[in-house]
């Protein structure tokens, strides 16, 4: 692969999405392209919390069952060459295959008591990660564009975002860092802004919510991401109130 095409890769790295020979080859140039691994951790940053938000926790059950299983599983002796003084002979050991059959009942186990635990007490909060992987497909989708690019923008208020933009896709990711709370009644209102036309709503982000992520579509010629502060429904005119908070340039 030549370099340019090598900048292309950051997306599909970080949700480990390339191959062994692409991986490779990435890595070596990981070492030499510092922007590219500022760029890699940023989006490694983001999949983890996406990870982080559709993880569920096992029932209280689990640990108990596991080791009741763990407990009742024949384990394999000690390997030792002489018993009191005579070579030992005849020595009934498990055979591999049965230890690796042990083991693979105890994950097995525990993955049936994960997964059928969860979906037989927990419905309600299956129901909730499968809405949330739907709400974060749209982030996946920009993060795996071949022409994904980033950029990193500070708020006059304190705290900033990650910008990650895909043009092919049509749509933005914003990831919010340390972005101070907001007022009561008051929320951070996202803007796409264009030359010579009036800004574009982009959507509505709370504060005080480190790694919060906002996507935005219908990007067209947009130049520059904008935050401003709004009353809690968003601008009542439909654009930018004097409170303007941060104003970026599109990542190219």
């Excluded at 059950?61 to 005579?86: C, D, I, N, S, Y």
């Excluded at 295959?97 to 909060?125: E, K, P, Q, S």
């Amino acid at each position: 692969m030549t370099m340019p095409e090598m900048h292309t890769l950051t997306g599909a790295y970080a949700i480990d999405a390339l191959s062994e020979v692409e991986r490779t080859q990435f890595q070596r140039h990981l070492g030499e392209c510092a922007s590219c691994a500022q760029e890699v951790l940023e989006l490694q940053m983001t999949a983890t919390r996406l990870g982080a938000a559709l993880a569920e926790d096992p029932p209280p059950e689990l640990k108990r069952r596991v080791l009741a299983e763990a407990m009742a599983t024949r384990q394999q002796p000690p390997k030792t060459r002489f018993e009191t003084g005579e070579r030992v002979k005849n020595r009934r050991r498990a055979p591999r295959w049965a230890i690796g059959a042990a083991a693979a009942a105890i994950v097995g186990l525990a993955g049936t008591a994960v997964f059928g635990g969860i979906a037989y007490d927990n419905h309600t909060r299956l129901t909730a990660a499968r809405e949330q992987a739907a709400r974060y497909a749209p982030v996946t989708d920009v993060l795996s564009a071949a022409d994904l690019r980033t950029g990193h923008g500070e708020t006059t208020v304190g705290g900033g975002g990650t910008v990650m933009m895909s043009r092919s896709k049509d749509k933005l990711v914003f990831m919010a860092a340390r972005l101070p709370e907001n007022e009561p009644g008051r929320t951070y209102q996202a803007w796409l802004m264009f030359p010579g036309a009036a800004p574009k709503p982009a959507g509505l982000l709370s504060g005080g919510q480190d790694g919060a992520l906002l996507v935005a579509d219908g990007l067209g010629g947009a130049q520059k991401f904008a935050l401003s502060v709004e009353p809690a429904g968003g601008s009542p005119t439909g654009t930018p109130s004097k409170d303007v908070v941060m104003v970026m340039s599109m990542p190219t």
